[in-house]
């Protein structure tokens, strides 16, 4: 197993032998229990269901699905590609072990922060227009946005306000730092997408570097 879920905790720093600090987000991952296992002959790919954090109730289809596996009620179901589906079992635990050593590389997916609606200085990263004097309250505005009576629209993919945050974000290739089995914890230089609390995927670098 090369993946598992986790909840974000916040971030802080830590120091390596030559004294420097280092920006770490923990990460308390697993336990993680099997809930499913798909195999090429029944569902055409291989891959393994993993259930994470016990909730207090489900609706009657997942109840029956979580009973079958021998799993109690979990908040979050992902599910993982593997090689050899068959060296997994129902009711399974999975823990930071099984997928991460120190020293390793770590690739981390999650729901980054929402926004809300946003300008296009905050959003695209404008330089904004000029606030010299004569200059009109356009300060913040994009400007032109579109040729003239050719082609005589806006052009698709124009950098323009909107939805800002709220997506999906991968951070690839994040070093980890340090690995605390008994806690279920996990240190990761840099940054990590979304706010305190949040759910993320955690799972072996897939374009590790060297």
């Not at 916040?10 to 809930?35: E, H, L, N, S, Y």
């Not at 905050?122 to 200059?135: D, E, I, T, Y």
């Amino acid at each position: 197993m090369k993946a598992i879920l986790g909840e974000k905790l916040g971030m802080t720093q830590v120091f390596d032998d030559d004294a420097r600090a280092i920006p770490v987000t923990v990460i308390k991952v697993g336990p993680c229990r099997v809930t499913q296992i798909k195999r090429p002959e029944t569902d055409g790919y291989a891959a393994v269901q993993i259930a994470y954090k016990e909730a207090n109730g489900v609706n009657r289809p997942l109840t029956g699905h979580y009973a079958k596996a021998g799993v109690a009620p979990s908040r979050h179901l992902v599910e993982v590609r593997v090689d050899d589906p068959d060296a997994y079992e129902l009711g399974q635990e999975i823990t930071i072990a099984d997928v991460l050593v120190k020293g390793a590389k770590a690739d981390v997916a999650g729901i980054s922060k929402g926004k809300g609606f946003q300008g296009v200085i905050k959003r695209h990263n404008f330089s904004g227009q000029g606030a010299s004097h004569g200059v009109h309250r356009v300060h913040r505005a994009p400007g032109s946005i579109g040729a003239c009576a050719t082609p005589a629209r806006v052009f698709k993919g124009r950098k323009l306000p909107g939805r800002m945050g709220g997506e999906r974000v991968t951070m690839l290739n994040l070093d980890v730092v340090d690995i605390d089995s008994a806690r279920g914890l996990v240190l990761l230089g840099g940054s990590v997408p979304g706010p305190k609390g949040s759910v993320v995927l955690v799972r072996e670098a897939v374009k590790a570097r060297g």
